[in-house]
């Protein structure tokens, strides 16, 4: 489950892959303008940024049309959002906090999480469907 292999990336960077994933639609490019407000950032930084992430070889990006990610951006933010959801499910199911509270903590959770700690917190959940 873990990317193991793959360098550490910082929350800045998890935050524009986790983003980015969560906004596609039918394969089509993230308009900036719509990463820039769902991000709160300016459109100038998340043009820098993207540009940066491409660079990595985590985003396509295309001027005037927006960013993609690629197979190894995919990877990376199906696995921020995995551990979000098990924090989630952990933090509503064991410790009883209610949805609003729980998505909250696993916000900030998803990325301070050891690989070796979401994968033991996968196991002791009985590795929960990402649809619950």
């Given at each position: 489950m873990a990317d193991r292999n793959l360098a550490p990336l910082s929350e800045s960077v998890q935050m524009y892959l986790v983003t980015i994933a969560r906004l596609r639609a039918n394969g089509q490019p993230v308009p900036l303008s719509q990463l820039a407000q769902e991000l709160s950032n300016s459109p100038v930084s998340v043009n820098e940024?993207?540009?940066?992430?491409?660079?990595?070889?985590?985003?396509?990006?295309?001027?005037?049309?927006?960013?993609?990610?690629?197979?190894?951006?995919?990877?990376?933010?199906?696995?921020?959002?995995?551990?979000?959801?098990?924090?989630?499910?952990?933090?509503?199911?064991e410790l009883g906090l209610e949805n609003a509270q729980s998505h909250e903590a696993a916000c900030q959770l998803e990325h301070t999480t050891p690989d070796y700690?979401?994968?033991r917190l996968d196991v002791y959940l009985g590795?929960?469907?990402?649809?619950?």
């Open positions: 940024m993207c540009r940066k992430l491409q660079d990595q070889g985590l985003v396509v990006y295309r001027p005037y049309k927006g960013a993609l990610l690629t197979p190894q951006g995919e990877r990376r933010a199906l696995y921020i959002l995995r551990r979000h959801r098990l924090w989630e499910v952990f933090l509503v199911e700690v979401t994968d590795q929960p469907s990402s649809k619950q």
